[in-house]
T-cell receptor, first 112, second 111 residues
Framework: GAGVSQSPRYKVAKRGQDVALRCDPI?????LFWYQQALGQGPEFLTY????????KSGLPSDRFFAERPEGSVSTLKIQRTQQEDSAVYLC??????????FGPGTRLTVL | KQEVTQIPAALSVPEGENLVLNCSFT??????LQWFRQDPGKGLTSLLL?????REQTSGRLNASLDKSSGRSTLYIAASQPGDSATYLC??????????FGKGTMLLVSP
């Protein structure tokens, strides 16, 4: 496909479980971003990669959140010991290096 | 820290009306201002991107303006249609690559 894809689209986890969310950016896009969108809110920045380097992780809410992009393409956002407040839509975006970001459909995480 | 505010939070109009959505930002040192559309349960679709050196951008029935000095942007939708019903988000690009979003305006266009 030509756009950003994310999987799974929906994830239900029991409190305390670990989850992994995947993002496939547009081919050739250098930059990759993760955002968290709580219900009724705008997306909030989590972390940013340029190729495989994580240049900014200031938005990650706690040390339970970890993101990687080992080969500069696919990225995984991992949340350990999930809590109810982690319930949100997690959006991934990629950019060719310019100003415009292209978003995926998101993964809706529900923690019970 | 950049803060983005959108007014109104929700808007309901009959089909055919022209409407304006407002966005304000606190830090005028932005690279661009982007307007997105979000349908329920979906991701973000980019509508218009205005570079910091530009004053406005147009695409079809949509027109977005940017006034950096006053920290404001508006999205004008002409001749609204039921298919325009969605949440509209504005986002300011600051720093090197970080988008700061508003909370959005939920638009309902009734037939």
């Amino acid at each position: 496909g030509a756009g950003v894809s994310q999987s799974p689209r929906y994830k239900v986890a029991k409190r305390g479980q670990d989850v992994a969310l995947r993002c496939d950016p547009i081919s050739g896009h250098v930059s990759l971003f993760w955002y968290q969108q709580a219900l009724g809110q705008g997306p909030e920045f989590l972390t940013y990669f340029q190729n495989e380097a994580q240049l900014d992780k200031s938005g990650l809410p706690s040390d339970r959140f970890f993101a990687e992009r080992p080969e500069g393409s696919v990225s995984t956002l991992k949340i350990q010991r999930t809590q109810q407040e982690d319930s949100a839509v997690y959006l991934c975006a990629s950019s060719p290096g310019g100003n415009e970001q292209f978003f995926g459909p998101g993964t809706r995480l529900t923690v019970l | 820290k950049q803060e983005v505010t959108q007014i109104p939070a929700a808007l309901s109009v009959p089909e055919g009306e022209n409407l304006v959505l407002n966005c304000s930002f606190t830090d005028s040192a932005i690279y661009n201002l982007q307007w997105f559309r979000q349908d329920p349960g979906k991701g973000l679709t980019s509508l218009l991107l205005i570079q910091s050196s530009q004053r406005e951008q147009t695409s079809g029935r949509l027109n977005a303006s940017l006034d950096k000095s006053s920290g404001r942007s508006t999205l004008y939708i002409a001749a609204s249609q039921p298919g325009d019903s969605a949440t509209y988000l504005c986002a300011a690009l600051s720093g090197y690559s970080t988008l700061t979003f508003g909370k959005g305006t939920m638009l309902l266009v009734s037939p």
